[in-house]
């Protein structure tokens, strides 16, 4: 889908600005495209007339075809699973992994997570592992969302990175040894028995307790 210019008006002053929207792209033929989005610039609306930055949030389907997967990113809706017909060359549905999202911290992190050969679903009963052990010791301030950020390696061995946020800051990462998800992999097969449901669905908290 080609890319669509729209104007935009500036919530400050009052400015038109044009925008640019990319409906719909293929990241693994598109990398600039996927480094603008990671760092925010690629929705990200700059006033000419005030300076004003704020995001732009619109749907977005995001295709990486080295890594098989594929994200739609959907805003202000609650929805859990959505059917897309013929977004995609019936040969590749099998392989690609389709997972809907409702935030922009929620769509990088699905791309991270992919990008470093990992599992979504196992990342997330990682994240709750984490939470409950820091509820347990009954530590202070305990974040509202955990969000993997990379898969690292050092002197130490591997380690998997997650950001914490509570409300609107994010704090220093939380390094967890890679060891931690492959017990959980391990422990934990019966989920992984399950299918996730056609079509782009939400992969988070709720689905690993459902």
């Not at 392989?95 to 990088?108: G, I």
């Amino acid at each position: 889908m080609k890319p669509e210019v729209k104007i935009i008006t500036c919530p400050k002053c009052g400015a038109k600005t044009e925008f640019t929207m990319y409906p719909s792209f293929t990241a693994s033929s598109n990398h600039d495209l996927r480094e603008k989005f990671l760092d925010g610039s690629l929705t990200t609306l700059t006033c000419s007339s005030c300076g004003f930055s704020g995001a732009v949030e619109y749907p977005m389907l995001y295709h990486d075809l080295d890594d098989k997967f594929s994200i739609y990113f959907k805003p202000d809706t609650a929805e859990r699973s959505v059917n897309l017909p013929n977004v995609l060359p019936a040969h590749l549905l099998g392989d690609m992994r389709l997972r809907l999202v409702h935030n922009q911290d929620d769509f990088r992190e699905k791309i991270y997570i992919f990008r470093d050969k990992l599992d979504d679903r196992i990342i997330e009963v990682v994240k709750d592992a984490i939470l409950r052990e820091m509820e347990a010791k009954k530590e202070e301030n305990i974040p509202d969302a955990l969000y993997y950020a990379q898969d690292s390696f050092a002197c130490e061995g591997r380690s998997l990175i997650f950001v914490p946020r509570k409300g609107r800051e994010y704090r220093d990462p939380i390094k967890i040894p890679f060891e931690t998800y492959e017990k959980i992999k391990m422990l934990m097969h019966g989920i992984w028995e399950r299918s996730v449901s056609e079509g782009y669905t939400v992969v988070d908290k709720e689905w690993i307790k459902a």
